[in-house]
């Protein structure tokens, strides 16, 4: 290159030994070092050198895999492709390329190497090998005398000619290209200021070509040779390109692909990037990126960033990691909505109707939503609450998010929380670190292109935490609306509005959710829905959604309610509907067998039709397939097996020393069998289930209880205290699944009077309630919860603590009337309640009132 012109490489280089390709002069390439010796070369001379002498370096190629091609290769390289430690002498008299290191990359991942960017100077051939450890240092000869060059254009005879030649096949495969795409016009400028004598090598490097041919070119040190070895290849690029345009005519629509190949195939990498005039195409790239920044509409701190950066990254060659960086983060910047937002369509009572569409039952939820979407219409600029909705799994509540959205005619996105444990997932990134990128929320607001969606944080309750911060206490900026309008995630470094997104969270449990965060939201709770909703919501939603689904319709399959109940109550179990839903789509599935199979009706699906079938079986004749397969009982068997869950209830509590309770988990509430047995001892209690520290206490208070009572309720068996000469043992199922919480104070004490008394508990009769050691009941949580799973076990009463009756107000009607309620504030409502025929004390127990 006549850049290049006056330089003269020093007469002993540093070697680098190559497999990665063929370095020519003129040309840049990026070679990666791994050996042992070639990374000692790159620590010692290329990372502590300081002259630009330190950055020459002699590049040997070592060419390609040579199991597979050493034979075809060259002579001389074939010596070197042998080479190993033993044969150092066969690089002499090789001849390798004195390259300059532009850009050091160092990685660790996945072993320790270097990345370099070598830019070829000219060719040398080695004299003779002065070191081998740490690296190869050779004496070298020069061998391409750039200065001889600048006559070229006056060179006569053959070589002339060749050079003539050459340079017209250049022109002719450029004139081939699309002159509109930058990197063309800028190698057909090149064309015409290079030394002609420069041109086999840089288009060699350029054009497809294999390494050996690379290899041909690189050893032809005479500059005739050098155009005989190049011109072949350039006519056979020639011929290629000719014949890809043919394609393209026959099909003209394949013109984008056709650029790629030009742009991407014949012109591999960026190889001109150290010429001055490659400022052309990032010229063009920055001033569209310019406009863009401008466009964007962003706020004054924003633009003058981005203005900022802009001006840097014109000055940045392009081969600097950091530019790549700057542009990536400038086009992040343009792409945020900071100024683009929907257009509120809200409409209280579409949006009623949509949410009744959307959702049976969830009333308390649909008002409260109502009420919230009411005063945003009256007042736009709300900073609103942010609605939490609790429940188990399976309610809807990410549902609920999403049919919100679409009153308002807002986009939705869904950012999942759970298991994040690293607060760079909330706020981004600090540009420093390689791999920087935004958090999720300014990605979601990328994504939805407008500053205004409704955001749902899905399961805030399953945060975690890690030495990489505390995601909820990034959170805590998000969702406070006083600090939101100017929300800093640390990729973009400037404030973002966040005051126009609608943010709802949900989560499973209130428990795990950080005090503060939890402060900042108001908690709406979905509790799980009675059989009878489940019912509702799987005719009016589950079903029809699930046979779209399947590509059926209800001429074609058909659940009656009797069914669905079944599928309720014995193959799921569950607060949610999402299990049954499941069911729905097994059912599904199997019919669609049946229908894609063109369905004969092999069983009637009702009496009716069973009756009918036998009618048309003696007759021969099978059913229409128009006919509706029909899940009837015995169809249900058959697609979904036997019954998972029986009812068990009755069958264990015929012993004494078993009561049920009541227990709320994050999936809802459930019944627990509590189980008590006794042995000969020294009155130790032992306590099994997993238990929470809390649990161990109640139990431990229940013991005390009835022990100081004993005679009371005829507990001694004839000694003063009932647990002389006997162990206890307390044992709560499920065995595996931890367990914590006063509320299980009144079935332990229920429990044991019936294993000391030897009395049955009543089947019939499940029970909640914390106690004291003088034999209050005290209220506790999740009653409606609690409520539902005694119903859905089909248990007759319930009795729960005289200060949580106001919590009946949530249940359904038709589940109150089913059930009967004991509403206890001493144990010995508790015990009478829990036993057929009460459990009478033998002297009248003093009333105990209570004032708490
Ligand atoms: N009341 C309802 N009416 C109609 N469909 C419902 C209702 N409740 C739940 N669903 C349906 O149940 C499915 C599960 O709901 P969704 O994913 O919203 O549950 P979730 O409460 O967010 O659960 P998780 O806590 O596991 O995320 C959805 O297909 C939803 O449409």
């Keep these: 290159m006549s850049s290049n012109s006056g330089i003269q490489i020093p007469s002993r280089l540093p070697l680098l030994c190559t497999h990665d390709g063929v370095l020519l002069p003129g040309s840049t390439m990026r070679i990666s070092v791994d050996t042992a010796r070639n990374m000692q070369l790159v620590k010692s001379r290329l990372l502590k050198g300081t002259s630009l002498k330190s950055t020459i370096i002699g590049v040997i190629p070592n060419t390609r895999d040579p199991e597979h091609d050493s034979d075809e290769l060259p002579s001389l390289h074939r010596w070197v492709c042998a080479a190993s430690l033993l044969y150092l002498h066969f690089f002499l008299l090789s001849i390798g390329t004195a390259g300059l290191a532009v850009q050091v990359v160092g990685s660790n991942w996945p072993k320790p190497h270097y990345t370099l960017l070598i830019t070829g100077l000219c060719r040398f051939r080695m004299t003779k090998l002065l070191r081998e450890k740490p690296f190869l240092v050779a004496e070298v000869e020069q061998l391409d005398k750039l200065e001889q060059y600048t006559e070229g254009d006056q060179a006569d005879g053959e070589l002339g000619e060749l050079s003539q030649r050459f340079y017209q096949a250049a022109v002719q495969l450029v ?22 004598e420069t041109l086999p090598d840089v288009l060699a490097s350029m054009i497809r070509t294999s390494n050996k041919e690379k290899l041909q070119v690189l050893d032809a040190v005479d500059l005739e040779e050098r155009f005989k070895k190049a011109l072949p290849l350039l006519t056979r690029q020639i011929e290629g390109l000719k014949l890809l345009q043919k394609t393209r005519k026959l099909r003209p629509d394949d013109d984008k692909r056709v650029l790629a ?35 964007a509409a962003m706020p004054e701190a924003a633009l003058r960033v981005c203005l900022k950066e802009l001006k840097r990254l014109k000055k940045m060659p392009e081969s600097m990691p950091e530019y790549a960086l700057t542009r990536n983060y400038l086009e992040m910047m343009v792409e945020l909505p900071w100024s683009k937002s929907s257009k509120d369509c809200l409409d209280i009572r579409a949006a009623r109707v949509l949410l009744d569409n959307d959702h049976y039952a969830m009333e308390k939820l649909k008002r409260r939503v109502l009420e919230y979407l009411a005063v945003r219409q009256l007042k736009s600029t709300l900073k609103g609450p942010i609605l939490c909705f609790v429940g188990p799994p399976g309610v809807g509540k990410t549902s609920v998010g999403r049919s919100i959205a679409r009153t308002l005619g807002r986009e939705f996105h869904r950012i999942a929380l759970g298991g994040v444990c690293d607060q760079s997932d909330i706020r981004g990134h600090r540009r420093t670190y390689v791999g920087s990128m935004p958090g999720r929320i300014i990605n979601g607001l990328k994504t939805v292109g407008v500053n205004n969606p409704v955001f749902l944080l899905d399961e805030v309750d399953k945060l975690g935490k890690s030495l990489q911060g505390d995601p909820a206490a990034a959170l805590l900026e998000v969702l406070d609306p006083e600090q939101n309008h100017s929300f800093t995630d640390h990729y973009l470094n400037v404030p973002f509005d966040l005051s126009q997104v609608l943010f709802i969270a949900t989560a499973n449990t209130t428990a795990t959710i950080p005090p503060a965060l939890l402060d900042r939201m ?42 669905t109940k079944d599928i309720i109550s014995k193959y799921t179990r569950e607060a949610g509907v999402r299990s049954l839903e499941r069911k729905i789509g097994a059912i599904c599935r199997a019919v669609a067998v049946k229908v894609a199979e063109g369905h004969k009706v092999s069983r009637a699906e009702s009496p009716a039709e ?8 003696g007759s021969g004749i099978t059913a229409p397939p128009e006919m509706p397969i029909v899940i009837d009982p015995i169809a249900l068997k058959d697609i979904l097996g036997p019954p998972v869950f029986e009812m068990e209830v009755s069958e264990r509590l015929t012993l004494p020393g078993v009561a049920i309770g009541l227990a709320w988990t994050p999936m809802g509430g459930e019944i627990m069998f509590v189980e008590a047995s006794r042995m000969e001892g020294e009155g130790q209690l032992t306590l099994t289930g997993q238990l929470g520290d809390v649990m161990k206490e109640s139990a431990h208070l229940a013991i005390s209880w009835l022990r100081s009572n004993a005679k009371t309720y005829l507990l001694t068996n004839g000694s003063a205290d009932p647990l002389e000469g006997t162990d206890i043992h307390l044992h709560f199922p499920a065995g595996a699944v931890t367990k914590d919480g006063p509320s299980a104070g009144v079935t332990i004490v229920t429990c044991l009077a019936s294993l ?40 007759k009463r319930v009795i729960i603590p005289k200060r949580n009756e106001k919590d009946l107000e949530e249940i359904p009607p038709h589940v109150r009337a089913d059930l009967d309620f004991v509403f206890a504030s001493t144990l010995d409502e508790v015990l009478n309640a829990a036993f ?13 009132v209570s004032k708490l």
């Design 610 to 617: 069973q009756h009918a079938e036998n009618k048309e079986e």
């Design 756 to 795: 000391l008394s030897g009395r049955l508990v009543r089947s019939d009769v499940a029970m909640t309630g914390e106690i004291t050691l003088r034999g209050l009941v005290l209220p506790v949580g999740g009653i409606k919860d609690k409520v539902l799973a005694a119903h859905r076990a089909s248990l």
């Design 261 to 295: 190949i030009r742009k991407g195939g014949v012109f591999p990498g960026r190889q001109f990037s150290l010429d001055e005039e490659g400022e052309d195409e990032d010229g063009d790239d920055t001033a569209v990126l310019e406009k863009k920044v401008k466009a």
């Design 522 to 563: 108001e908690v709406l709770q979905v509790p799980g829905y009675t059989q009878e909703e489940k019912v509702e919501i799987a005719h009016r939603h589950l079903i029809p959604h699930q046979l779209e689904q399947h590509g059926l319709t209800p001429q074609q399959l058909q659940i009656p309610q009797d069914t």
């Design 836 to 848: 057929d025929g009460g459990f009478p004390a033998a002297v009248s127990h003093p009333q105990v």
């Design 175 to 196: 004139g081939m290209l699309d002159m509109s795409v930058p990197v063309v016009a800028k190698l057909r400028r090149l064309l015409d200021s290079l030394p002609k």
